[in-house]
């Protein structure tokens, strides 16, 4: 049979007497970036046509529901294809039914 193993000082393991070690790199953690609003006309430039403009995603609240996976297929690829994000899509596809039913933007 095998002997036991010794205690370990978990004394010894704790913040005050850790220290890092000399070579070690500090890094401090990445400050978030908050988006500032892009206009569409500067979207356009970088490739993304009818993209909307940018919203700060810390502003944004979670909307979930349920779609037949050929439709988010579907949408994902053209998402891809016009370089925007799945939400950028949702913002466009949701302006231009409002433009088509005749609502006056708010």
Do not use: C, H, I
Not at 33 to 55: F, I, L, T
Not at 71 to 100: G, Y
């Amino acid at each position: 049979m095998s002997a036991k193993r010794p205690m370990v000082d978990l004394m010894a393991l704790t913040a005050q007497e850790a220290v890092p070690m000399a070579e070690a790199v500090q890094r401090s953690a990445p400050q978030p970036e908050v988006a500032a609003p892009v206009s569409v006309k500067a979207s356009a430039k970088r490739g993304r046509p009818g993209a909307q403009e940018r919203v700060a995603t810390a502003n944004l609240e979670g909307l979930a529901f349920k779609v037949p996976q050929s439709f988010r297929k579907r949408f994902r690829s053209r998402a891809a294809e016009a370089d925007l994000k799945l939400n950028e899509l949702l913002f466009a596809a949701f302006d231009a039914w409002e433009a088509q039913q005749g609502f006056k933007k708010s």
